[in-house]
């Protein structure tokens, strides 16, 4: 088996990096290998990176969390996840379908009445906009699938203006209030339209269903039971202490500390924000771990808690629930049009984050960075150490991770 050569960036930066779900170290250091290079010249402030194969994980955590402080990023360092927050929502929808409480295909008005009678946008000739009454019932699954027809945020949640960005500006039944009166930008069902908006419109069918604010059935149903102590909407003072800071990357140049992102202002836990299933979520990369788990085990957690229904994940989660040739997205994850054993889903966000697992061979690959615009050129050579670790022969035969599913 390739081992790769141990980092020599320091001592310091490669402290607080270890993972509780107690996985075998694969004792592979494919990822610091082709970071280093990155981190050195300052281009890449900070990564963490994880790869995990069926018991056996490598686990990175390479440079700084905070470039001008010195302070090394861990695994306990909460950061924006962003649209990761989507498969959360996507999660909580399944449990309520699961028990028979809501169906994909019910029409959207049956728990929220404002949405029974819905126009899409004709078009605009000499200065006069065309509004058409929608023919196609606009269904919960659609809502989740980026197939409603929803702009990607409502007027009230734009960017650019204190109190905007995706967990500003508004709660989400008055979200999805603005949502009902506004134009759908085509019919729905026959698109795609990559939408915060849908997202949270099917978080506040949950709240109707479940008669409790989506968050805290999120907190009650999923992460609570997960034991996901360090992930909700409002971080607390202590973790913004410890922050991954934002950067701007620059072309053959150091990156650039950035205050904040115009969609995501800071304070970041005040009365401005408010819970949004579309992105929104704070986390750390072991928080993250357990639910990307949760899903890679087919509903059950590391922790032995089942969320889910093995054959939920398989049939509503794992896989599309778009219509054939709209691309592969399930419910508010990245998920194949067919499902075979080479198939990953999960999710991205937009600061850089990302995971994902497949659930046939027990694998998983997290990405956390917190970093906006381009050149990246780090991906491709991070590409290269994920296609090495997997295709290393490792020894798990004394991994003491979770093996067996329960039903």
Known sequence: MKKSMAFLFGAAVLAGCCNCNCPVD??????RDALAPYVEKGQLPGAISVFYNDGVQETCCIGYADVAAKRAITMDDVYMQCSQTKGFCGVTVAKLVEEGKLKLDDPVSKYLPEFATLWVNGGESNGVRTLIKAKNVLTVRMCLNHTGGFPFEICAKQ??????????????????AIAAASPLLFEPGTKVQYSNTGIDIGAAVVEVVTGMKWEDYLKKEVLDPLGMESTWFWPTDDQLATQVEMYDCVKDAPATWRLQNEMEQRPYNDAHVFASAGAGLWTTANDQLKFYKMLMNLGLGDNGVRILKEETVKSILAVSTRPKGLGGYSLGLAAPEQDDENQWFGHGGAWGTNCMVNWHKRELKLWAVQLCGGPRPWDAAREGAEKDFFKATIDNSAAKAFTGRMK
């Open 26 to 31: 694969s004792g592979t250091t494919f990822a």
């Open 159 to 176: 960017g650019n203006i204190k109190g905007g960005g995706w967990s500003g500006g508004a709660p989400l039944r008055q979200t999805a």
